[in-house]
Every structure is written in C-alpha cells, then in structure tokens.
C-alpha cells in the first residue's frame, strides 16, 4: 500500500498482501473514535435509499466528524462497517472501491464488513465505526 500515511502498515512475511484494507496498522498520537454513522445528510434527512448513495454519504459523514478534531482521511486506522446485504455489497464491489477512493482516496486502514438482519434506523442499509489516530503534531480544530 502506497498511501501517504503516518501509520505503519503490518504485513507478516509470507503473507499474501490484503486487497482493499489492511491487516492491521501501528500508530501514535492521539485517538478519534466515531460512533456508529450511517447515510443520511447533516439534516438526517436520507438522500439515498440504495447502499451504494448511503455508503458515499457514511464516509463524507465520517470526514466531517474527522475535521472537527483535525483529522484527515489518512488518520483513519480501523473502519468496521455494518451492511444488511451482503448480495449488494458483493454485486456493487466496483461502485463501493470507487466511492471509497474518491471520498477517503488509496488509504486502507484494518477493515472488517459485518452483515446485519438490520440496523437501528429502518431505513439504514449500511452502518460504519471509525477509529483514526492522528500524529501528535496535528492540531485539532478549533
């Protein structure tokens, strides 16, 4: 993985390099931890019904919480997302790694996707908890 990055990047030898997250990241500095953000907009007003709208809309939603701390997308250490079908997340893979790079760019943090019978807000189709570090000598936002 060649994102810039101030966090290290674990890769066992001998083991084939993951695709599209990381096996796991060694960071320093101090921590973000999101709740739980799901795709509606600012106004929680749903924009998108598909998973594939409310997914972009989750990571824009995770970049705004990231700023107020000073955060960039680059901090981000650990995604755990929540998906109610696995069969549109699977058949929309393309549409998702598109997305994903054109809001969060080629950075790919330890990641694990859960399937759900469902999510807490009806609407819901995709849930996602972040954990960023960021590096000592960033400031947050004021």
Same mark, same amino acid.
């Given at each position: 993985?060649?994102? $810039?990055?101030?966090?290290?990047? *674990?890769?066992?030898?001998?083991?084939?390099? #993951?695709?599209?997250?990381?096996?796991? $990241? =060694?960071?320093?500095?101090?921590?973000?931890?999101?709740?739980?953000?799901?795709?509606?907009?600012?106004?929680?007003?749903?924009?998108?019904?598909?998973? =594939?709208?409310?997914?972009?809309?989750?990571?824009?939603?995770?970049? #705004? +919480?990231?700023?107020?701390?000073?955060?960039?997308?680059? &901090?981000?250490?650990?995604?755990?997302?929540?998906?109610?079908?696995?069969?549109?997340?699977?058949?929309? *893979?393309? #549409?998702?790694?598109? #997305?994903?790079?054109?809001?969060?760019?080629?950075?790919?943090?330890?990641?694990? +996707?859960?399937?759900?019978?469902? *999510?807490?807000?009806?609407?819901?189709?995709?849930?996602?908890?972040?954990?960023?570090?960021?590096? &000592?000598?960033?400031?947050?936002?004021?």
């Amino acid at each position: 993985m060649t994102a $810039l990055t101030p966090h290290m990047f *674990l890769q066992p030898d001998g083991w084939v390099p #993951a695709k599209g997250y990381a096996n796991g $990241l =060694l960071a320093e500095g101090r921590m973000v931890f999101t709740g739980g953000l799901i795709g509606w907009n600012a106004q929680q007003e749903w924009e998108h019904l598909d998973m =594939l709208g409310q997914f972009r809309q989750t990571l824009e939603n995770i970049v #705004a +919480v990231l700023e107020q701390a000073g955060a960039k997308p680059e &901090h981000l250490v650990r995604l755990t997302w929540y998906i109610t079908n696995k069969e549109e997340y699977l058949d929309n *893979l393309r #549409a998702f790694g598109a #997305a994903y790079r054109e809001v969060i760019g080629r950075h790919f943090p330890a990641m694990a +996707v859960v399937q759900v019978v469902a *999510l807490m807000e009806d609407a819901a189709k995709i849930e996602i908890e972040a954990t960023a570090v960021i590096p &000592h000598d960033v400031t947050p936002h004021d």
